[in-house]
Structures are given as structure tokens and as C-alpha cells.
């Protein structure tokens, strides 16, 4: 009777090895995904294998590494990470540089440079680094973006800057005393420090 029960839990699997087999996360970075399944499964890896999408030559948002020209279809990240020992039927995600597609530039003129960047990173694409100025005659478009480059609407790959120019305040200039002084050398002098001059006539006191 107790040979017959043993081949009945034999049969049955009862036996059999333990199936939550740990083993550690091979370094599957910068191969391409047919690649790392195979390094995966050669591991003893038998459960699910996703793949996630990450835009290269665009600032990542949501925790992935950055990934270039070089990283498009290869995977740049692993998760659980390398070196990790999970069960081999361990849900493994790869993410995956794929090229850059294509972005509409937003409208940025009457923003700050802080909303210009936050919408230029909502839209995938980015701020160049070199921001100029121009003086504005209304205080409140100080600080404001007045010009951008290329124009809203215009259509970029993914990740490519944006040139933008700012408002600033006029510079204050102190002009000269030229009282008693020759117009000639009143206007010479003026127009020479960016004045407009215009001559008035006016009667001397007696």
C-alpha cells in the first residue's frame, strides 16, 4: 500500500525540485531585444519578458537613463537591474532606445523662461542653453519671451532646442549738459551714444 501511494505522489509531481529557483540578472545592456532574450532564457528565465520604449536624444521624465544615437534598438535598462536574484519566472521589463519621431513647437511668446522650458519639455523637445535678450518699451513684457526660433507650429524631431529671446528694461543712459555748447557738437555727441536728437528753436531770455 505505501509503495502504491509513493507512485501515485511520484506521478503526481510531489516531488518534483523546487520551482522558485533563484538566479541573478544578467547584463543584458546595449544588446538588442532578440539578443537579451536569448541571454535571458539561456539563464533559466522562463517567465514573461516585456519591452518598454524610450525616445532617444530627449531629457527623460520618468527615471530612465538618457540614450543617444548608439542606443536606438538596444536595450538601456533592466528591471529588476542587473545583479538582482529573482525566481526565473520573474516578470522582466526591457526598455528600449527607439529614434526620435517627430514635434510640433508650442506657441512660448508671453511666457517665462521657467514655462517656456516646462512647455518645451511637455512637448518633447528642449531649450537652448542660449537665451537672449532685447530691451522692450512695455515694463510688463520684462522677463517675457518676445521671439523664438523656430516659429510655433514648426515641426522638429524630438529632442532638438529652441532659441528664444527675453524682454529686458531699457538701459538708463546720463546725457551730457550741452548748455552754451554749439548744436553741431550737442548732436554729434547724442547721436553718437544712441540719442535721436531734434533741434528746437527757442527765444533767448533779454
Known sequence: VLGAVLLIMWLSG?????????????DVLHQTVPQARETLKSKGFDGTIETKQVT?????????????????????????SVGVSVATNTKITLSVGVAPG????????????SQAEQALTEAKLALDS????????DPSQVGLVQNQNPSAGSELAQGQPVKITVGKSKQLKSVTDFTGKPDSQA??????????????DQ???T
Open 14 to 26: 510531489s516531488f518534483k525540485s523546487n520551482d522558485n529557483t533563484t538566479v541573478a540578472i544578467p
Open 203 to 205: 527765444a533767448s531770455e
Open 187 to 200: 548732436k554729434s555727441t547724442l547721436e553718437g551714444q544712441g540719442f535721436t536728437t531734434k533741434r528746437v
Open 130 to 137: 542660449t537665451v537672449d535678450e532685447v530691451e522692450v518699451d
Open 56 to 80: 532617444c536624444g530627449v531629457p527623460p521624465t520618468d527615471g530612465n537613463p538618457e540614450c543617444g544615437p548608439d542606443d536606438i534598438n538596444k536595450v538601456i535598462k533592466i528591471d529588476p
Open 102 to 113: 517627430k514635434a510640433s513647437v508650442p506657441d512660448l511668446k508671453g511666457k517665462t523662461q
